[in-house]
């Protein structure tokens, strides 16, 4: 939050959480300063706190109104984001790591993954974006990818056990017809196996594995 308002200071600052996360952010009156709005998201029926998380993070188009960039926690903002308001796309985010499905070095664990939650074979598909920076206009389309997305979560979560919400993502960009357009990777510079963004980076996001 502190590294967008530098280069971000009128833009507006929503934080998503529950409400155990909101009465201990709260106390810190500095911090809090710099947010716009704090919405509380109603998981009490969750215990386990990374489905709490990953339940917000797959439902913020029902909470949110207008066009948002949705940022993971552990992001830094290194650049002017401005740009935003000029995209038409309905959704957009960075491959996985800045490369299509079928050169990561994590393609045999994803098609596994998916095989068992959802039963799927995905041996021909590239399309495999990280969901820790994501563009979602308001359109019908958008709701629609994020609605579906919330429920394949779910079903992923609760009925196989598995946490992680993007594999969930795929299958909803499969069934969607390919709804999720291609962010310019400096939005989500992913360093962890990659410095391909590195120099010109306005997003630097660090401890994304899952």
């Known amino acids: 939050v502190y590294s ?14 529950d409400k155990p996360t909101h009465d201990y952010i709260i106390r810190f009156s500095e911090f809090v300063k710099l947010i716009d709005e704090i919405i509380v998201v109603d998981v009490s029926d969750t215990e386990n706190l990374r489905f709490r998380s990953k339940e917000i993070k797959t439902n913020v188009r029902q909470h949110v109104t207008g066009p948002y960039l949705f940022v993971d926690t552990d992001t830094i903002c290194a650049d002017s984001i401005a740009e935003i308001d000029t995209f038409s796309y ?5 491959p996985e790591f800045h490369v299509p499905l079928k050169d990561s070095v994590f393609k045999h664990l994803v098609m596994g993954y ?3 939650s959802f039963n799927e074979d995905i041996t021909d598909e590239d399309a495999w974006y990280n969901s820790g920076v994501m563009y979602v206009n ?3 389309k958008a709701y629609e990818v994020c609605r579906k ?12 056990g598995h946490k992680q919400d993007q594999p969930p993502l795929l299958i909803t960009h499969r069934e969607t017809g390919y709804a999720i ?8 510079c992913q360093v962890g196996l990659s410095v391909r963004f590195l120099a010109k980076a306005k997003i630097f996001h660090f401890l994304h594995f899952d």
Do not use: M, Q
């Open 181 to 188: 357009s291609e962010l310019p990777g400096e939005y989500n």
């Open 114 to 116: 998916i095989r068992n």
């Open 4 to 17: 967008f308002r530098l280069y971000e200071p009128d833009r507006e600052i929503r934080v998503l959480c």
């Open 90 to 94: 309905d959704i957009a985010c960075v």
């Open 149 to 160: 997305w919330n429920e394949n979560w779910k079903r992923s979560a609760f009925v196989n």
């Open 138 to 140: 308001d359109t019908p």
